[in-house]
């Protein structure tokens, strides 16, 4: 399989990239930093034999048809596209500066939506088999912190759906994962015992990959966090300002 991974240089990206490379797979990894990148493609080249190539691509600045247009003089066809990349900013709980509000914005809903957007030609002539999208359980319900980021994953997850009806009658899977607190450089020590580790979710993800398409957990438990979150009066959810 040929695959791209957008936001490869760390975390969650990097340890898909890793299992993808593992399993042999020929890689594109984007990110914004050319050093990271070249580290963790040399990485993976030496210790699993197989062929990673990186690009270098800021999603604050969305350009997503030049995008999909190196990735694929890179690759020729690709067969898998995961849109990992994200961004949380500490003063998430407002006012926010425009430009981080914006960056916000930008890294975790204008370029994914863009991205998948440029993609559709290959989802509907069938040579890209599989999208996954990164959403988050900040998206469960809205609080008073990571507003704008919620918000912008809530959005992502609203165009995901949205495709899916679009491309239901389409051979390929959408695929979009609400994940829990993870052990990366993005939240470092705020999930404490919950935060699960990037490699377990990575495994998680492409195990499932080729199954059933739409919204689901990872870890599965956050599912019923979001139940009791959901069915939890106004009243007393007002309390939580975790
Ligand atoms: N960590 C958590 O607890 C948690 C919880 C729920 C959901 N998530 C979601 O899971 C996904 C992965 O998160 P993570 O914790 O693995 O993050 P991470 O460790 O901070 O890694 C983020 C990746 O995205 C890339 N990225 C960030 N901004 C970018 C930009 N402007 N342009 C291009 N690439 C950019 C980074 O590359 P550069 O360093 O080169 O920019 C890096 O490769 C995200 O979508 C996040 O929202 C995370």
């Given at each position: 399989m040929k695959a791209a991974v957008v936001g490869a240089s760390a975390g969650l990206g990097r340890a898909l990239a890793e299992r993808l490379a593992e399993a042999g797979h020929e890689l594109v990894l984007v990110a914004r930093d050319s050093r990271d990148l070249e580290a963790v493609a040399c990485d993976l080249r030496?210790?699993?034999?197989?062929?990673?190539?990186?690009?270098?691509?800021?999603?604050?600045?969305?350009?997503?048809?030049?995008?999909?247009?190196?990735?694929?003089?890179?690759?020729?066809?690709?067969?898998a596209l995961f849109l990992v990349a994200g961004l949380g900013d500490d003063t998430d709980h407002g006012p926010m500066e425009e430009a981080a509000l914006e960056r916000v914005i930008a890294v975790n809903y204008t370029s994914p939506v863009a991205i998948a957007n440029a993609f559709?030609?290959?989802?509907?002539?069938?040579?890209?088999?599989?999208?996954?999208?990164?959403?988050?359980?900040?998206?469960?319900?809205?609080?008073?912190?990571?507003?704008?980021?919620?918000?912008?994953?809530?959005?992502?997850?609203?165009?995901?759906?949205?495709?899916?009806?679009?491309?239901?009658?389409?051979?390929?899977?959408?695929?979009l994962y609400r994940v829990g607190f993870m052990d990366t450089s993005m939240l470092?020590?705020?999930?404490?015992?919950?935060?699960a580790s990037p490699d377990s979710i990575a495994r998680a993800i492409l195990a499932r990959l080729g199954g059933p398409g739409g919204v689901a957990y990872l870890p599965r438990w956050w599912r019923l966090v979001a139940i009791l979150l959901g069915v939890t009066p106004w009243r007393l959810f007002i309390r939580f300002k975790g």
């Open positions: 030496i210790r699993f034999a197989t062929s990673v190539r990186w690009l270098e691509a800021d999603l604050a600045v969305p350009d997503a048809a030049g995008l999909r247009a190196r990735i694929k003089d890179k690759l020729g066809r690709v067969d559709l030609p290959d989802l509907m002539d069938g040579s890209l088999s599989h999208l996954v999208g990164i959403g988050s359980v900040a998206a469960m319900r809205a609080r008073s912190r990571n507003m704008v980021y919620g918000s912008a994953k809530r959005g992502l997850e609203f165009y995901f759906e949205a495709l899916r009806h679009r491309l239901s009658a389409y051979p390929c899977r959408i695929q470092p020590g705020r999930g404490g015992p919950l935060a």
